[in-house]
């Protein structure tokens, strides 16, 4: 097994590294969807608890 600070030396490795600690995944566009969802939901629960009110 290589020892890890020749790995961490190598160019590749340190890119690769850097990039995947900038990318946070897809934890913004699920917070966006799941808000939407969620507002949605409400909405279409008033939109229909209205109509039975008359």
């Known amino acids: 097994m290589p020892d890890i600070t020749t790995l ?3 160019p590749g490795i ?3 590294l850097a ?3 900038g990318d946070q995944g897809p934890g913004a566009l699920l917070r966006t969807v799941l808000l ?3 507002v949605g939901v ?3 629960a008033w ?3 209205r109509g ?3």
Request: no cysteine; proline share 0%; charged share 20%.
């Open 8 to 10: 961490a030396a190598h």
């Open 14 to 16: 340190t890119e690769v």
């Open 19 to 21: 990039v995947s600690k």
């Open 36 to 38: 939407v969802g969620i």
């Open 42 to 44: 409400v909405l279409v």
């Open 47 to 49: 939109f229909l608890l």
């Open 52 to 54: 039975y009110r008359k």
